[in-house]
C-alpha cells in the first residue's frame, strides 16, 4: 500500500520570503502526484497536479513542484508567498485500484505566512 | 460550471442517531469518492462510487454506507452515531479519465 509523508506538520514564514512544502512517498508502480490547499472551513483546492511528461510542473497560486522519481519526493514550491497563502497544504498520491485512482493523503502541512 | 454541491454543510446529531450525508457532482462526472476528515487521522478514504456500483471500499466499520443514484449524486449513510464519528466529511467527484478530484466544501458532523 502507499503511504504519504509531509515531512513538516507546521512551516511559519514572513510574507514575501520563499517557502518549500515537502512531501515524499512510497509506491513502486507508476504514481499520479498531486497537492491540494485547503482554506478554513472549506474542501480541498486542486493546486496542482503530475499525470506524467515534465517532472517540474506549475499550479495556480504560484505554485510549482518537482518531481523526482529517485528521490520518491514531490515538494511544493513558492519563491514569494503571500499572508493569503495561510492555509493547510495536502499532498496526494495515487495509483490505480479497482479502475479507479484513489488518491492517498499525507497529514497536511500548515503555511502560516507572517507579516 | 457548478462545483461538487454537498449538503448539509452542518449537522449536530446525537449518538446512537443516524445520519445522511449528500453530494452532487460536477455535471458529467461519474466517479465520487467520500473521505472522512479529523484532526488525529487526516483524510481517510472511506468508499467510491462510480456508476451507481461501489467500486472501491476504505478501512471503516459497516455502520458506514453509501449509494449512488442514476444521476450521480451519492449520499453516505451513518448509523448508531458515536462520539468519534464526529468529523468534516468531503465529497469528491471524478471524470473518470482526469484522475483527479474536485472536492465539495464538506459536511461538518457533530455528535454529542
Known amino acids: 500500500a502507499q503511504s504519504v509523508t509531509q515531512l513538516d506538520s507546521q512551516v511559519p514564514v514572513f510574507e514575501e520570503a520563499p517557502v518549500e512544502l515537502r512531501c515524499n512517498y512510497s509506491s513502486s508502480v507508476s504514481v499520479y502526484l498531486f497537492w491540494y490547499v485547503q482554506y478554513p472551513n472549506q474542501g480541498l483546492q486542486l493546486l496542482l497536479k503530475y499525470l506524467s511528461g515534465s517532472t517540474l510542473v506549475k499550479g495556480i497560486n504560484g505554485f510549482e513542484a518537482e518531481f523526482n522519481k529517485s528521490q520518491t519526493s514531490f515538494h511544493l514550491r513558492k519563491p514569494s508567498v503571500h499572508i493569503s497563502d495561510t492555509a493547510e497544504y495536502f499532498c496526494a498520491v495515487s495509483e490505480r485500484r479497482g479502475g479507479s485512482y484513489i488518491p492517498t493523503f499525507g497529514r497536511g502541512t500548515s503555511l502560516i505566512v507572517h507579516p | 460550471k457548478a462545483g461538487v454541491t454537498q449538503t448539509p454543510r452542518y449537522l449536530i446529531k446525537t449518538r446512537g442517531q443516524q445520519v445522511t450525508l449528500s453530494c452532487s457532482p460536477i455535471?458529467?462526472?461519474?466517479?465520487v469518492s467520500w473521505y472522512q476528515q479529523t484532526p488525529g487521522q487526516g483524510l481517510q478514504f472511506l468508499f467510491e462510487?462510480?456508476?451507481?456500483?461501489?467500486?472501491n471500499k476504505g478501512n471503516f466499520p459497516g455502520r458506514f454506507s453509501g449509494r449512488q443514484f442514476s444521476n450521480s449524486r451519492s449520499e453516505m449513510n451513518v448509523s448508531t452515531l458515536e462520539l468519534g464519528d464526529s468529523a468534516l466529511y468531503l465529497c469528491a467527484s471524478s471524470l473518470a479519465v482526469e484522475n483527479f478530484y474536485t472536492f465539495g466544501s464538506g459536511t461538518r458532523l457533530t455528535v454529542v
Open positions: 455535471s458529467g462526472h461519474r466517479s
Open positions: 462510487y462510480f456508476s451507481e456500483t461501489q467500486r
